[in-house]
């Protein structure tokens, strides 16, 4: 649900000139998807012609290689084949005026010279210290699947421990324990704020990540929901009594897993979480970011399509070889070959993608009977609030939950 990964930004480029105003550090802003991506490049001169590397500071990425780039009568053209991408563009009045384009899909792309060391991220949003609340770094051991979390407990001043405490639960992809993406730590300002509205808040690095243990190959979203369980025990343990969860994204589909099973989980809120089954969810997020593309109506449609079969497939797949079966039964019918067919087919056959497109949100919050709190934006393209909303309004009303 997603979150927009760094093989999003590869397909976007390597700079080269044929002058000596192309030497040094371009910063621009890419628009995906309503999102400002700033971008920088850094371009060097060496005896053999240009070498560059791309920042990507929002994802906390520094010093990509780029890949090919040729001048053609003052055009710098920059080609990316196994993602599909190319990059146009001139110099004019001093920035470099290009054109992104993929999959039919184009997207202007303007960048000036800047300040190597400037990154262009400010965020006057994330808390600074000193604070006026305790934190406490904790170690929390999953005795389910042995491995271990490391995490924060922010505590207010004379908390009382039987008022609220959340365990946080970040969205998909690996994260740190501020749910970092884009620049952003919203679980570090959420955090904070509640802290200063007495309420208690743990929240932890996601595993392979910060101090948290990488644990078992292939993990799914059930085995995050042991690692979320075994918060919950922590806290239980500690003496804490009103414990609640709150999950984003894909922790809006763990939080309602572990809710279900265990006792100690008091209350929810469900930020941006799924409330139909997922692959109804893709399709429709699919569809919403091909028409912030400009796809054409017809060219929608014939997604659709592409996607439900694929997506079918997966799901119904009974056989052994998964990845394999994809290419040959599925992929390469779409015309897909060579990196872009071996991407995709390891990327939909990966165990957590195929619990995924299983997953449907109904089995687990049917059986939720504590009150929930569900926020979904209304401009949001990975999530649609109207129809996900509704979905959860459905499961969770037929217990009259508040």
Known sequence: MEKLKLSMLLLIFSILGFAQDFVGSWKGNLEVMGQQLPLVFNISKTPQGYSSTIDSPMQGAVGIPVDKTEVVSGEIILTQSAMNAKFNGKITDGKLNGTFSQNGMQLPLVLAKTDKNDLGLHRPQSPKPPFDYLQEEVIIKNNKQGNALAGTLVLPKNFNKKSP?????????????????????????????????????????????????????????????TDIDAAVEFLKSKGYQNIGLLGHSEGGMIAPIVASQNKNVKFMVLLAAPGEPIKNLMIQQNEMIGKAAGMSET?????????????????NYNGKDLENDLKNQVLKSQGLSGEALDANAEQLANPWMVYFLKFNPEDYLSKIIIPTFALNGSLDMQVSAKENLEGMRRKLFRHGIP
């Not at 946080?168 to 509205?197: C, M, W, Y």
């Not at 060219?299 to 799901?315: G, R």
């Open 165 to 225: 405490v959340l365990v946080l639960i970040t969205g998909s992809g690996a994260q740190n324990r501020n749910e970092e993406l884009f620049g952003h730590q919203p679980f570090l300002v959420i955090a904070d704020d509640f802290a200063k509205k007495g309420i208690a808040t743990l929240r932890m690095d996601d595993r392979g990540v910060g101090g948290s243990e990488k644990g078992k190959e292939n993990p799914t979203s059930a085995d995050f929901a």
């Open 299 to 315: 060219q929608l449609e014939k997604a659709k399509e592409i996607n439900a079969k694929i997506y079918d497939f997966v799901i």
